[in-house]
């Protein structure tokens, strides 16, 4: 008797799990098939694409039992209107519920046609590489998220520089295109919140914009020379950064006494001055790191949109656009709001779907025989991080925003 009372016990909790199952899981119709297309530009990270959407096929920490991932892959080519016509007829009409796009090996206008030819339809693009500020414009690129920060995010690292080293005087060089825009906005933004603690105020004491493709900076530079602020934020191409330093070097404006602070495209200048601060996102070139990060995401995704929403067929031709593909929609926001620790680190989206939490090294031009490798280290407390000198000090740097950083010192000859 005691041990049918155990047995019937266990059995009411059995049926009690399945009967709440039943009761939590709604009765939707979904599909359990789903196609996830790729745009890459060389073998490796189609082979990894595809083997890493395999094995996740096998996770059910990701996939649901009885629910399929496959992948259809086509080329990425250099020429944009090649590559939306192949996203029509290679991804769209293979009916792709997400597209994972890199870059292409020349050019740089390819994912942007992807993202337009699927964002139409509201298919959600979730790039790799591209790291442009026009990509979060999302009334022109809808549907596209990325595991890479755009380029504009950091000045929020710049803000921080600037705080440690107590410079509050500054002049704002930056290129007249998209991104050297998004960058000034930023700044700005980001440094106007400082107010609030009124010991801390960051002045722009002048911007100087300039066409890119630079033969002289000369001009622009006597204007620097006679203003007050010595502490310089530029962002500029590897090509105009040449000019800009040969030139200010021809003025003796690059040595004791001048403070250059350079995105990551000035950084790679072959002339950048001893003592230049710069940026590299970590993990930046690591192609297959993004490719299962971002597959990770997806999948992550879908299985918890499954849960709650109906999820409907996608279109299956550019000649349709009768519609609104609202799973589309859908599957954009529940890709948004995913964090996971990943191989490029803790990945997470803001309102744009861009990268936050990003990793950066923060590289120093020194002329020395040796490279000292991560002596500062950020922590991340709650909402703020603190940053560490190693060595023999020690200070502390509080933000709102979300990135990571390492101080590297990169030797020049």
Wanted: proline fraction near 3%; hydrophobic fraction near 40%; aromatic fraction near 10%.
């Amino acid at each position: 008797m005691k041990y049918e009372s155990i047995a019937l016990f266990i059995s009411l909790i059995i049926l009690n799990d399945e009967i709440y199952n039943i009761i939590a899981s709604p009765q939707l119709n979904n599909p359990t098939l789903f196609m996830i297309g790729g745009v890459f530009s060389n073998n490796k990270s189609k082979k990894y694409f595809e083997q890493t959407l395999n094995e996740l096929n096998f996770n059910l920490n990701y996939v649901n039992k009885g629910v399929t991932y496959k992948h259809t892959i086509i080329e990425m080519d250099s020429n944009p209107i090649k590559t939306a016509l192949s996203v029509c007829k290679s991804l769209i009409e293979r009916q792709v519920y997400a597209v994972v796009v890199s870059h292409p090996l020349t050019g740089d206008l390819s994912p942007a046609a992807v993202s337009y030819t699927s964002g139409f339809y509201h298919i959600p693009v979730i790039g790799i590489s591209s790291r442009d500020s026009a990509f979060s414009d999302k009334n022109i690129h809808v549907s596209f998220l990325r595991t890479v920060p755009p380029y504009s995010h950091q000045t929020d690292v710049w803000v921080e520089l600037l705080k440690h080293f107590n410079y509050m005087k500054v002049i704002f060089i930056h290129s007249s295109d998209t991104d050297g825009r998004a960058l000034l906005g930023r700044f700005q933004t980001t440094s106007q919140n400082l107010e609030d603690d009124v010991e801390i105020k960051v002045q722009v004491e002048s911007v100087i914009e300039f066409e890119p493709g630079l033969d002289s900076f000369t001009q622009q530079l006597i204007e620097m020379k006679n203003a007050q602020a010595r502490v310089y934020l530029l962002y500029a191409s590897k090509m105009d950064a040449n000019v800009i330093f040969q030139d200010a070097a021809v003025m003796n404006m690059t040595g004791a006494g001048y403070v250059w602070i350079v995105t990551e495209q000035a950084l790679d200048a072959s002339n950048a001055p001893e003592g230049l601060l710069g940026l590299k996102l970590i993990n930046a070139e690591n192609e297959t790191a993004h490719i299962k990060d971002s597959l990770i995401v997806l999948t992550s995704a879908l299985q918890e949109m499954n849960k709650s929403k109906s999820i409907t067929e996608p279109p299956k031709n550019c000649a349709d656009s009768g519609s609104i593909w609202e799973t589309g929609k859908n599957l954009f926001e529940f890709i948004r709001k995913q964090v996971l620790s990943g191989s490029t680190g803790k990945v997470a989206f803001d309102d744009n779907g861009d990268r936050i939490f990003a990793e950066y090294d923060i590289i120093n031009i020194q002329e020395i025989v040796i490279s000292v490798n991560v002596l500062f280290l950020v922590q991340m407390i709650s909402d703020y991080h603190q940053l560490h000198i190693q060595q023999t000090s020690h200070i502390s740097l509080y933000n709102q925003t979300n990135f990571y950083l390492n101080l590297l010192i990169t030797c020049i000859s």
